[in-house]
């Protein structure tokens, strides 16, 4: 369950994010859509607790960001939230096995959980690489850096789904995905989701993916900050 309550963010001086209150269920699947620029990111990223709002507060699984230290919260989202970022955010230097399995150097919770669907983080990594559609298991030991762009994506994709964390938040994950790899990358991360009782919020501009959630809103509409105009 996620609540947010009297939510403002502002980067500069223009208010982005003004939200009174809005409530996610667990186990929802929210397709959040809005134009270009209207705060989306921003918004996922202050659920996500990356960024600090600067008035109100989200409430995710019972506990407030705003209580939280900066260290508590880094241990929170490592045991909680799988994160796709719209820039991945992989680290360069690790291979794609290394990538895939970080969150479990953060959190046991999602070890034990990867480990007692698998047996083992490689071949829980290897099953979901495997679903998304990536079957050359030498991959696993490359470094990112040397993946076209769709197989970065879909390791990013392993790494949020991998130990089943309790939320997805999804930043245009399939952006760089052909209809092949979007397709069997939406079979996958419902597939998860609805084993694991897993929230989904899931930010697209690709209008086709609507139909597959539950819950759609529009961020123009929720958001009441004047930058319609803006846009
Ligand atoms: N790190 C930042 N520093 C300053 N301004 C930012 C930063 N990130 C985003 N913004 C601004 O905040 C506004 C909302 O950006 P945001 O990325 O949240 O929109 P979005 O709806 O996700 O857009 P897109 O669909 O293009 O990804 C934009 O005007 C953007 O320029």
């Known amino acids: 369950m996620i609540n947010i309550n009297n939510l403002r963010f502002a980067w500069q001086k223009e208010p982005i994010i003004n939200i009174n209150a809005f409530s996610i269920e667990q186990g929802q699947h929210l397709f959040i859509e809005g134009p270009s620029g ?17 008035s109100g507060d989200v409430e995710i699984l019972g506990q407030s ?22 820039q991945f955010n992989l680290i360069p230097y690790l291979s794609v096995l290394e ?17 007692s669907r698998s047996g083992s983080l490689q071949k829980e990594a290897i099953r979901l690489l ?7 298991t030498q991959l696993i030991q490359r470094s990112v850096n040397e ?3 769709g197989q970065q994506q879909r390791v990013a994709a392993a ?3 991998l130990g089943s964390p309790d939320i997805i938040i999804a930043d245009e994950p399939t952006s760089a995905l052909d209809n092949g790899h979007r397709q069997a990358f939406i079979k996958i991360l419902f597939e998860e989701c609805e084993k694991e009782n897993i929230t989904l919020i899931f930010v697209s501009h690709d209008s086709t993916l609507k139909h597959h959630f539950s819950h759609h809103i529009n961020l123009l509409e929720l958001n009441q900050v004047n930058i319609k105009e803006a846009l």
């Open 38 to 54: 209207s705060g989306k990111s921003t918004l996922l990223n202050l659920l996500g607790g990356v960024i600090t709002p600067q």
């Open 65 to 86: 960001l705003n209580q939280m230290s900066s260290n508590q919260k880094d241990s929170f989202r490592a045991n909680h939230i799988g994160f796709i970022f719209q």
């Open 99 to 115: 990538n895939i399995t970080l969150p479990c150097t953060f959190s046991s919770d999602r070890k034990q959980k990867a480990l």
């Open 130 to 136: 495997s679903a998304l559609g990536i079957d050359d």
């Open 147 to 149: 993946l076209s762009v």
């Open 159 to 161: 790494r949020a789904m």
